[in-house]
């Protein structure tokens, strides 16, 4: 008798997934300790798109959400979002308006780094001990996008 009704349990605890699962509210991987993000998928920062690569997961404890910081006299509102993979490879983005200022092409410079281009959007590269940052001027707003992988910006910047 025990054997039935763990057995009918089980069949309870299957169907259940199943149709968890056919709902598409579900992912499997999630469940089992998988990967959560098969897809890649697009994403907007205060108005600026981006697309994080399949993989990676927003650790949503560090985003950061109309924060206002100042600095040399200068005021500025971020927001932002981190993504992480199983890798331990890290995604890193922010939007930053700044009061007052023209945020142009020579103003994300001031930041240092090579010159380079993904997809069409002008910036600079830089690298700091396997840290690299591409940042740019994009609708009159820096953004600065930081990774553990130099190769990630390809496909981030859209």
């Not at 509210?25 to 600026?48: K, R």
């Amino acid at each position: 008798m025990k054997k039935r009704y763990i057995l009918f349990l089980l069949s309870i605890f299957l169907m259940a997934i199943i149709v968890l699962g056919s709902a598409s509210a579900f992912d499997f991987g999630s469940l089992f300790g998988g990967d959560n993000s098969s897809e890649a998928q697009n994403v907007t920062i205060d108005g600026v798109d981006f697309q994080i690569p399949a993989g990676y997961t927003e650790n949503e404890k560090l985003a950061i959400n109309n924060q206002t910081n100042s600095s040399a006299g200068i005021t500025y509102t971020s927001n932002g979002k981190t993504f992480t993979n199983d890798d331990n490879d890290v995604i890193s983005i922010i939007v930053a308006l700044y009061d007052g200022q023209k945020v142009d092409d020579e103003f994300a410079g001031y930041l240092g780094g090579n010159k380079t281009t993904y997809n069409g959007q002008t910036g600079y590269l830089l690298e700091n001990s396997n840290i690299y940052m591409f940042n740019y001027a994009r609708d009159g707003k820096l953004v600065i996008i930081t990774s553990t992988d130099g190769s990630i910006f390809k496909d981030v910047v859209i």
